[in-house]
Structures are given as structure tokens and as C-alpha cells.
Nanobody
Framework: QVHLVESGGGLVQPGGSLRLSCVAS????????MGWYRQAPGKQRELVAA??????NYADSVKGRFTISRDNAKNTVYLQMNNLKPEDTAVYYC?????????????WGQGTQVTVSS
């Protein structure tokens, strides 16, 4: 089992930046893909960005603004979020999956709130 702890959320003005971090522990050797998801009030959880050893992918709504990266030495995945918009407001969750993006075998963090508002 993989244990995930997110940090870095907060309140930021439109156009601002935040960097989220997700530290993994436990059975990290089993991880194939790590991703960031978000869930806004009244909406379904959606994939924001994902990273494997060789590739990244992004939701269309964040392309060019968000960057996902990983530091294997620190067992940490980051989400750099630039030019934030009010519609980016959501709880952001880290996910680690041994199979593929969105499988039922993934582990989740507790979430971190991101609020974009003036």
C-alpha cells in the first residue's frame, strides 16, 4: 500500500502561482503512474495531470499553465500551477496507481484546498 501526503495549497489571487507537493511512502516500488486530480464543489473529480517514468499528460484546461514533475530521490511529485484562474479553485488530490490512470487500484492522499480569488 502507498501512503500519500499533499501540501502546498492555499489562497491565491488570479494570475498567481502555487506549487503542490505529494510525498509517497510505503510500497512505492509498485507505482506506475502518479497524478493530480481536483474536485470542485458540485462537480466530479477530474484528472489534472499525470506522470510516468517517460511521459506526462495534462487536461486541456491546464495545458501551458500547469507542470507536473517528480523527484524520485525524494519520492515526491509536484504540480507547479501558474496563471491561476478562479475556475482552478478545488480540492486537489494526489494519486498513485500501479496499473494506469484512473484504475480502481490507486491510492489517494487526503487532498489540499486551492482557492483562487481576489
Amino acid at each position: 500500500q502507498v501512503h500519500l501526503v499533499e501540501s502546498g495549497g492555499g489562497l491565491v489571487q488570479p494570475g498567481g502561482s502555487l506549487r503542490l507537493s505529494c510525498v509517497a511512502s510505503g510500497s512505492i516500488f509498485s507505482i506506475y503512474v502518479m497524478g493530480w486530480y481536483r474536485q470542485a464543489p458540485g462537480k466530479q473529480r477530474e484528472l489534472v495531470a499525470a506522470i510516468t517514468s517517460g511521459a506526462t499528460n495534462y487536461a486541456d484546461s491546464v495545458k501551458g499553465r500547469f507542470t507536473i514533475s517528480r523527484d524520485n530521490a525524494k519520492n515526491t511529485v509536484y504540480l507547479q500551477m501558474n496563471n491561476l484562474k478562479p475556475e482552478d479553485t478545488a480540492v486537489y488530490y494526489c494519486n498513485a496507481d500501479p496499473v494506469r490512470v484512473g484504475s480502481s487500484f490507486g491510492s489517494w492522499g487526503q487532498g489540499t484546498q486551492v482557492t483562487v480569488s481576489s
